[in-house]
């Protein structure tokens, strides 16, 4: 399994980007750090932690409810939030922290269990695994049609 999406930026007077997803669910969503950087009242682009926040609700939840299946728990209800803080204490933007909550009704579980099988989809969810993964990078930079090719030397 492959998933992806592609940012577009490419009109510098909007200083903004558009957002596609192999999916659909996301078409031409626009991307801005306007939108990242300062407080909207009404926002006007998503903004990578605010996917990021989406993609951690959506697997820790799916992943909990599939843990919960396998220990014979049938959830009736399982809502995640999932809250990504960006800040910049020394000159540069750092997410410091992500929190999650989840409230859940699941007939016949106790607490205790249910806290053990929650801390274990937190650990075993893909997007949790992801964000400790090393991320591998490949660039390309396209001369511009009056250009010669340029090289870029290989990293030391």
Not at 91 to 105: K, Q
Not at 119 to 146: C, F, N, W
């Amino acid at each position: 399994m492959d998933r992806g999406a592609i940012c577009i930026w490419d009109d510098p007077r909007t200083d903004a980007g558009m957002l596609t997803t192999d999916s659909g669910a996301l078409t031409n969503t626009p991307i801005s750090p306007h939108a990242r950087f300062e407080l909207e009242a009404v926002p006007t682009a998503t903004t990578p932690e605010e996917l990021l926040a989406s993609a951690y609700a959506g697997c820790f939840t799916m992943m909990l409810a599939e843990q919960l299946a396998a220990a014979g728990y049938h959830p009736m209800s399982l809502r995640t939030e999932a809250r990504v803080q960006l800040i910049k204490p020394t000159g540069r933007w750092e997410i410091p922290a992500v929190r999650v909550h989840c409230s859940a009704i699941v007939p016949g579980i106790s607490a205790r269990e249910f806290l053990a099988i929650s801390h274990e989809a937190k650990q075993r969810g893909p997007i949790a695994q992801a964000m400790r993964a090393d991320v591998t990078l490949t660039v390309s930079l396209v001369p511009l049609p009056h250009q010669a090719p340029i090289e870029a030397p290989a990293p030391a």
